[in-house]
């Protein structure tokens, strides 16, 4: 079964950085897309980042310049750094994959998957 767990949440001052990675397990055949999204008390979930396996990025206007997304095609894990938190990025941040997952031998099927989230609290 194919999951993603992600880590590295927490509390800071506004102005302080935060890592968090996510790492993906399971049948994995290959995964194209990898991002994180957030969702604050009474929001919708929106995108915070994206990035290809090749290596294109795509940021909300709202990060832009403060964070940055990367991933290692090998280890199937996709990092968020986040630098100069404000108040305003405080939400549950969740890893998301759009994968192939190997079912059945060489069937394979796929998917979009979902991290459990992880909690950033960013103080003023």
């Known amino acids: 079964q194919v999951q993603l767990v992600e880590s590295g949440g927490g509390l800071v001052q506004a102005g302080g950085s935060l890592r968090l990675s996510c790492a993906a397990s399971?049948?994995?055949?290959?995964?194209?897309?990898m991002g994180w999204y957030r969702q604050a008390t009474g929001k919708q979930r929106e995108l915070v980042a994206t990035?290809?396996?090749?290596?294109?990025?795509n940021y909300a206007d709202s990060v832009k310049g403060r964070f940055t997304i990367s991933r290692d095609n090998a280890k199937n894990t996709v990092d968020l750094q986040m630098n100069s938190l404000k108040p305003e990025d405080t939400a549950v941040y969740y890893c998301?994959?759009?994968?192939?997952?190997?079912?059945?031998?060489?069937?394979?099927?796929?998917?979009?998957?979902w991290g459990q989230g992880t909690l950033v609290t960013v103080s003023s």
């Open positions: 998301n994959a759009d994968l192939m997952e190997v079912t059945d031998g060489s069937r394979y099927r796929y998917l979009r998957v």
């Open positions: 990035i290809t396996s090749g290596g294109s990025t």
């Open positions: 399971g049948n994995i055949l290959s995964i194209n897309v």
